[in-house]
């Protein structure tokens, strides 16, 4: 009786063993930004993407000859006025970025990717006098920004699938 309990337990075992060797684990995922990584020249005609474009051409590599993608860039920036007190002492604002971002595939002349990422923060400034400090900390905070919708945007790039299809653009 022991004898075929133990029998019993080790093709449970076994069993069970073979049943999970085709598990894929969610988190293991493997990044495919390789796929554009020095294969992908980074266009933009505004001044306002200079940091932008550097963070990007930092991670994917910016090729001018001989790419296989293309990556188009607008960018827009918003301020607007959240709150402000009765005696205009201080004010809030919220900046919102909103970047386009066109992927196309040079050899097939098309569009693989396109997203449009919003992305924004919020500061509180004083109407008296200049204050040096917070000039540079809005700056700092609006390239911080610009750099969390560029890594927004490989990580959605990064999970694409290997065999890349055009966007149907009708």
Do not use: W
Request: hydrophobic share 35%; net charge positive; charged share 20%.
């Amino acid at each position: 009786m022991i004898l075929v309990f133990r029998i019993v337990c080790v093709l449970f075992f076994f069993s069970t063993l073979l049943s999970c060797a085709s598990v894929d684990f969610v988190y293991n995922k493997k990044s495919n930004i390789n796929n554009f990584k020095n294969y992908t020249k980074i266009v933009s005609n505004e001044d306002e993407n200079k940091y932008l474009t550097s963070y990007l051409e930092k991670n994917l590599g910016n090729i001018k000859n001989g790419s296989k993608y293309t990556l188009t860039i607008k960018t827009k920036t918003i301020e607007n006025v959240t709150s402000t007190n009765q005696d205009q002492s201080a004010a809030s604002y919220y900046v919102n970025s909103i970047v386009d971002y066109k992927l196309t595939n040079v050899l097939r002349g098309c569009v693989i990717y396109f997203d449009i990422i919003e992305t924004g923060f919020s500061y509180n400034a004083k109407s008296e006098g200049y204050n040096f400090g917070t000039d540079r900390s809005i700056e700092k905070n609006k390239k911080q920004n610009l750099q969390h919708n560029a890594e927004v945007f490989l990580n959605k790039v990064s999970s694409l699938p290997k065999d890349l299809a055009c966007i149907n653009e009708n």
